[in-house]
């Protein structure tokens, strides 16, 4: 069984910089595809970038494309997402998920596999 354990969000001033993690555990990852998504109040659940945990192909979204980077550690079986620059548009509800799959896709529906979420905060 597939667990996805978030971690890192919290409350920062606009132009500041988070870096969430997600720790993955109960499988081998190596064919799976790694996302975080977001959700603010009221909102659908937003992609926000993805990445092939086999050969570390990654996909951004645009509203994030130069300020936010995704990343795995694979001795760890974590992946992370380094966000700077924020904006108060980036408040939301961070969410790591899983697809066994080696291609990208940025419809939520098609992740099967979801961690609990941590809210990310930005002030202005």
């Known amino acids: 069984q597939v667990q996805l354990v978030e971690s890192g969000g919290g409350l920062v001033q606009a132009g500041g910089s988070l870096r969430l993690s997600c720790a993955a555990s109960?499988?081998?990852?190596?064919?799976?595809?790694m996302a975080w998504f977001r959700q603010a109040p009221g909102e659908e659940r937003e992609f926000v970038a993805a990445?092939?945990?086999?050969?570390?192909?990654?996909r951004h979204a645009d509203s994030v494309m130069g300020r936010f980077g995704i990343s795995r550690d694979n001795v760890n079986n974590t992946i992370y997402l380094q966000m700077n620059s924020l904006k108060p548009e980036d408040t939301a509800v961070y969410y790591c998920?899983?697809?066994?799959?080696?291609?990208?896709?940025?419809?939520?529906?098609?992740?099967?596999?979801w961690g609990q979420g941590t809210q990310v905060t930005v002030s202005s």
């Open positions: 998920a899983a697809r066994q799959s080696m291609q990208i896709t940025m419809t939520p529906q098609q992740y099967t596999d």
């Open positions: 109960g499988r081998t990852f190596s064919s799976y595809i």
């Open positions: 990445i092939s945990w086999a050969v570390g192909r990654t």
